[in-house]
Nanobody
């Protein structure tokens, strides 16, 4: 499975960005797609996840109500819509994939930087 993340950039606080993660190399019906982030000097943390089959979604408390994860089946792409961005959302964002029967994410994209300015 290859993951290609894109869409990061510089945005003012209160603004929006949409990240994309294009997936190739595997049928995703049995996979869970996740977004994680790592801020400077901090550990990587979970942001959101989506079960490809059925579309169930999960969010970290810190982003609930502001971020939305979705998918496009035809494009084999998962998105992270980020609204009402805060400076503390500044981080490198990674997309990842795991089989639904596994607890660990096996496949990771290269990361895309999101910088939120005041």
């Amino acid at each position: 499975v290859q993951l290609q993340a894109s869409g990061g950039g510089l945005v003012q606080a209160g603004g929006s960005l949409r990240l994309s993660c294009a997936v190739s190399g595997r049928t995703l019906s049995t996979y869970i797609m996740g977004w994680f982030r790592q801020a400077p000097g901090k550990e990587r943390e979970f942001v959101a996840a989506l079960r490809w089959s059925g579309g169930s979604t999960y969010y970290a408390d810190s982003v609930k109500g502001r971020f939305s994860i979705s998918r496009n089946n035809a494009k084999n792409t998962v998105y992270l819509q980020m609204n009402s961005l805060k400076q503390e959302d500044t981080a490198v964002y990674y997309c990842a994939a795991r089989h639904f029967q596994r607890s660990a994410y096996d496949y990771w994209g290269q990361g895309t930087l999101v910088t939120v300015s005041s």
